[in-house]
């Protein structure tokens, strides 16, 4: 079948070689081939010996084969080649190897071919190709900062996630490390610290774990990052892969919140303090004050036969004391709203009667002003009277307070719905729009206000809870300069 003669030896090496050999005449049909070839590709002898070697050559190499093998033929020189082999389980197989020519008499005989199986080794140069690929799309599109180090600390990737954080562009950057460039002053000792000992010991308390810190920008401005660092080994070194995220904004955003708690836990413990102080303070006066009254009470029915002057004198101290009384009742009611100890003692009441007698008993609050009952439902309901006074009463004086040089204030009550609505109007200063929803607060008054009228801001933070605790809703309706009308509602009871 061939006329090449081997000898034993060569036989034997031929034989059981791990590289693919193979004899071809030179159309190209196959002539001898050993086991190993035979083997890789998944063929018997004599599915092979006979055949052209181009049935088994990848299609898409088979003309780049033919040059190839004609040059080697025609110009008695031997051809580098890689070629991709189909086997017979339709799989590839690729072969780097060595194509010669034998002559005789001067005529090309047959050609040789030896090659390795490289098939593995390029799969994976092909896969890792895919996986830098992968990873360089990776590093394009993250959503975040990566950038990688090395031991020497310089900045090996720079992703275009991290040059719009930072600033510094990858050509601007490469090759620097991070301590000349984006780690600040403070951290930067420990940082190289740090790296040493990693180095040194593969201790790394900062790395897999998510810390939050400043970074400096190309401008040098520092600002907070949250940053992930990774260890990995490639080629015996390691390299430090840093993933960064920009949290300026959530901290500055944080960072407000923590100075508003602060003001009012601030502002909360001053109020306390305040409580404290009011509930103190107006209880030691109420002692002596309720002495003084009595006094005076005494006076007063003894004074039957006084002079006019001193009867008038004792009078008006009666009338400041039951002003004073009041006040400090009021600023015990704030320690017992505190407390939650505001205690309401409910009767069934006229409205209309109560109103007229409540307004009668307090047109001393002002001189300068009439206080008229508009309208006024005749109906009955449940409430504290004693309590109720008191909130008319602080309706009443702000309306007297807050409208100097008017002449009037009116009082409504009317049935709507399930309720009973009370309202107080004045013609005076009225209230700026931006405090209406603050002006129930405790100890909250108005600017202007405060600059002008003396208060203590306690009286409509009272007036509220005495109307909350009634099931009642209290509010204002007001215009600057025009004036306001304070409503609340009960509901009615029977
Ligand atoms: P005080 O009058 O002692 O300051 P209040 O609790 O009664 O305390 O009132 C709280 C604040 O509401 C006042 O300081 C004032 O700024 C505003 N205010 C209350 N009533 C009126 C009113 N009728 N007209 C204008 N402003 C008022």
Same mark, same amino acid.
Request: hydrophobic share 40%; aromatic share 6%.
């Given at each position: 079948m061939h006329d090449i003669n081997f000898e034993n030896h060569f036989r034997d090496l031929f034989e059981n070689t791990n590289d693919l050999v193979y004899f071809l005449n030179i159309d190209g049909i196959i002539q001898l081939v050993n086991p190993a070839w035979l083997s890789t590709l998944g063929y018997k002898e004599d599915e092979a010996i006979g055949r052209s070697i181009y049935d088994f050559v990848h299609p898409d190499f088979i003309e780049n084969y033919k040059i190839i093998r004609r040059d080697v033929i025609l110009n008695n020189k031997t051809g580098d080649v890689e070629i991709p082999f189909i086997t017979k389980q339709n799989e590839i197989i690729i072969g780097e190897g060595q194509l010669g020519c034998s002559y005789k008499n001067g005529k090309p005989i047959y050609t040789r071919c030896v090659y390795k199986n490289i098939t593995s080794r390029k799969f994976s140069e092909k896969q890792i190709h895919e996986s830098e690929k992968r990873l360089k799309s990776f590093f394009a599109s993250a959503p975040v900062a990566v950038i990688v180090i090395d031991e020497a600390q310089q900045i090996v990737e720079w992703n275009p996630k991290a040059e719009n954080i930072f600033g510094f562009t990858k050509e601007e950057i490469s090759g620097k490390t991070l301590s000349e460039t984006i780690i600040p002053g403070q951290y930067r000792e420990a940082h190289n610290r740090g790296m040493h000992h990693f180095l040194k010991t593969g201790e790394g308390p900062v790395l897999n774990k998510s810390i939050e810190i #400043?970074?400096?920008?190309? !401008?040098?401005? *520092?600002?907070?990052?949250?940053?992930?660092?990774?260890?990995?080994?490639?080629? &015996?070194?390691?390299?430090?892969?840093?993933?960064?995220? =920009?949290?300026?904004?959530?901290?500055? #955003?944080? &960072?407000?919140?923590?100075?508003?708690?602060?003001e009012l836990l601030q502002s909360k413990l001053l109020d306390e303090k305040k409580d404290e102080f009011i509930s103190i303070a107006s209880h030691e006066l109420k002692t002596p004050l309720t002495t003084i009254k009595a006094y005076l009470h005494v006076a007063l029915k003894k004074c039957k036969d006084c002079p006019e002057e001193v009867s008038m004198y004792l009078s008006k101290m009666s009338q400041l004391m039951s002003k004073l009384t009041f006040l400090l009742d009021e600023l015990l009611d704030i320690s017992k709203i505190q407390l939650g100890k505001l205690n309401? !003692?409910?009767? *069934?009441?006229?409205?209309?009667?109560?109103?007229?007698? #409540?307004?009668?008993?307090?047109?001393?609050? #002002?001189?300068?002003?009439?206080?008229?009952? =508009?309208?006024?439902?005749?109906?009955?309901?449940?409430? &504290?009277?004693?309590?109720?006074?008191?909130?008319?009463?602080?309706?009443?004086?702000?309306?007297?307070?807050? !409208?100097?040089?008017?002449?009037?204030?009116?009082?409504? !009550?009317?049935? *709507?719905n399930d309720e009973i609505l009370i309202s107080v109007t004045d013609y005076g200063i009225g209230i700026p729009g931006e405090n209406i929803d603050k002006i129930f607060n405790r100890f909250y008054r108005v600017d202007e206000s405060d600059r002008q009228f003396s208060g203590l801001?306690?009286?409509l933070f009272i007036s509220s809870e005495i109307v909350k605790q009634h099931g009642g809703k209290i509010w204002v309706e007001s215009n600057v300069g025009e004036g306001s009308t304070f409503n609340f509602t009960l509901p009615l009871l029977n």
């Open positions: #400043t970074a400096l920008n190309k !401008s040098g401005k *520092e600002f907070y990052i949250s940053l992930n660092i990774s260890n990995v080994m490639i080629d &015996d070194r390691w390299l430090f892969v840093a993933f960064i995220t =920009d949290i300026s904004e959530r901290k500055k #955003t944080e &960072d407000a919140l923590i100075k508003k708690e602060a309401i !003692s409910p009767s *069934e009441v006229d409205v209309n009667i109560f109103l007229e007698e #409540t307004l009668n008993s307090i047109q001393h609050i #002002t001189n300068n002003h009439q206080i008229i009952i =508009d309208k006024n439902a005749t109906v009955k309901t449940v409430f &504290d009277p004693v309590r109720l006074e008191q909130v008319i009463v602080n309706l009443v004086s702000n309306a007297a307070k807050y !409208s100097p040089g008017r002449d009037k204030i009116i009082v409504n !009550s009317v049935v *709507e801001g306690i009286g």
